[in-house]
């Protein structure tokens, strides 16, 4: 056989399921492969087995992988990838103990960004974003979701969205569109979040004509949006043809988690202080749990989401940066991985599954991304690690060696000069 590429030498395999999304205790089950070779042609995976067999193969480029770990190239799920600004000065603030929704309230935090977004030129936002998606490349991510919602108008929510279509046609990696113009409640409409909400709903038939998202999103939080709110908002997202998405239960438990079993969302994120109710509802809905414990990290709390429980009782979970300029401010999905393991006792073989088939699967892209699997997208990623337990157990760190996005090499770790 003749292929674009040979990857060799495979220590250990992560193939992860085909079909998808993995619930409850099945997520602890990972099959794992030793001693396999992979054949990519036209950037699909068009054969996997034993690296005996893939030495008869001739190929326009062969990889030694030097028996390190490969695996699918991870998916994050819910990323704020396009904005304006930073909020480096808010650090202070939070050391003192002023809650999240407390700065929001006081006109900073989301706010603030928007206020960055708005003033930004495409140019501007779009460089920005190309600059974290090389970054994220380099972690080994080759699929996210990318949202709007720093806008809060007609003008820059377009803008924003935009910018994220000029992303996904500039950059290898895959970008996954979701709608979030119901982030934050601008200051003029602070006695009127209904008629924020109708004119960000006004927007939903030519965010469709134009293809301009997937996904429609809401803050379902205390002095943001209420549930009953939600629910309307995300109903006639639906009429619209939208697939729909909740920031759920981050902060105050209002029961972001139950409305998005409710109405058949396809993720309910965040999660952190998700009810029991929420928990059993979610346990028994097609609505995948996508968990973003950096952000609870990263805003000092304790109460990271119960996914053990959520696991044991037999949700489906993904995890995800929720990379954004105020509450998790990283790229590195492999970090998250590591707090996963640490705060939210997942297994490893739990946590594969939450970065790649599940997350591909939260995002409707578990046809092509998340699973390494003949005919799904070579995206693929060699780790300098010995086995997959090394990467939530070692943290911090870059343990990408090189990462393929549709059988192209799009970033090779670089040694040091000594
Ligand atoms: O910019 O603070 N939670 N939205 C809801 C965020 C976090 C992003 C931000
Ligand atoms: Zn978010």
């Known amino acids: 056989m003749h292929v674009d590429l040979l990857i060799t030498n495979i220590g250990e395999l992560l193939p992860m399921a085909q079909q998808g999304p993995v619930k409850g205790k099945q997520m602890n089950e990972l099959t794992v492969l030793h001693d396999m070779a992979i054949g990519v042609k036209d950037g699909k995976i068009i054969w996997i087995g034993p690296r005996q067999e893939g030495k008869g193969f001739t190929a326009e480029k062969t990889v030694d992988a030097e028996n390190?770990?490969?695996?699918?190239?991870?998916?994050?799920?819910?990323?704020?990838?396009?904005?304006?600004?930073?909020?480096?000065?808010?650090?202070?603030?939070?050391?003192?103990?002023?809650?999240?929704?407390?700065?929001?309230?006081?006109?900073?935090?989301?706010?603030?960004?928007?206020?960055?977004?708005?003033q930004a030129s495409d140019e501007e936002l779009l460089k920005k974003a190309l600059f974290h998606l090389d970054r994220m490349a380099s972690y080994g991510i080759t699929t996210i979701e990318g949202k709007s919602g720093y806008g809060l108008d007609r003008e820059t929510e377009l803008k924003q969205l935009e910018v994220v279509r000029a992303a996904n046609e500039k950059h290898p990696i895959d970008i996954v569109s979701t709608f979030l113009g119901a982030h934050a409640i601008p200051p003029a409409y602070k006695e009127n979040s209904d008629l924020f909400l109708d004119k960000m709903a006004a927007m939903f038939a030519e965010i469709k004509e134009k293809d301009l998202a997937e996904f429609v999103d809401i803050?379902?939080?205390t002095g943001v949006f209420t549930v009953a709110q939600s629910r309307k908002f995300l109903q006639t997202a639906k009429e619209h043809g939208f697939a729909v998405k909740i920031h759920a239960d981050e902060i105050d438990p209002l029961g972001g988690t139950e409305l998005a079993a409710d109405i058949g969302a396809v993720s309910a994120d965040h999660l952190a202080v998700t009810s029991d109710e929420g928990i059993e509802k979610l346990a028994n809905?097609?609505?995948?749990?996508?968990?973003?414990?950096?952000?609870?990290?990263?805003?000092g709390s304790n109460e990271y989401a119960r996914a053990r429980e959520m696991i044991d009782a037999g949700a489906a979970i993904a995890i995800?940066?929720?990379?954004?300029?105020?509450?998790?401010?990283t790229e590195n999905l492999q970090l998250i991985m590591s707090i996963a393991a640490l705060r939210l006792k997942m297994s490893p073989a739990e946590i594969w599954h939450a970065v790649t088939v599940n997350a591909a699967h939260a995002i409707h892209r578990g046809d092509v991304a998340g699973t390494i699997a003949v005919g799904r997208n070579a995206d693929i990623v060699i780790w300098d690690a010995p086995n997959h337990l090394y990467i939530p157990y070692h943290y911090g760190v870059n343990h990408t060696n090189t990462v393929i996005k549709n059988g192209n090499v799009l970033y090779e770790r670089q040694g040091i000069f000594r």
């Open 285 to 299: 809905s097609e609505t995948i749990g996508v968990i973003l414990p950096g952000t609870t990290f990263y805003l």
């Open 219 to 221: 803050f379902t939080e």
């Open 320 to 329: 995800a940066t929720d990379f954004n300029p105020g509450s998790c401010v």
């Open 68 to 118: 390190k770990l490969v695996t699918p190239g991870l998916v994050d799920p819910h990323t704020h990838l396009v904005f304006g600004g930073s909020r480096e000065r808010e650090m202070s603030l939070k050391q003192q103990g002023v809650p999240y929704l407390e700065i929001l309230k006081q006109g900073g935090g989301i706010l603030s960004t928007v206020a960055s977004t708005k």
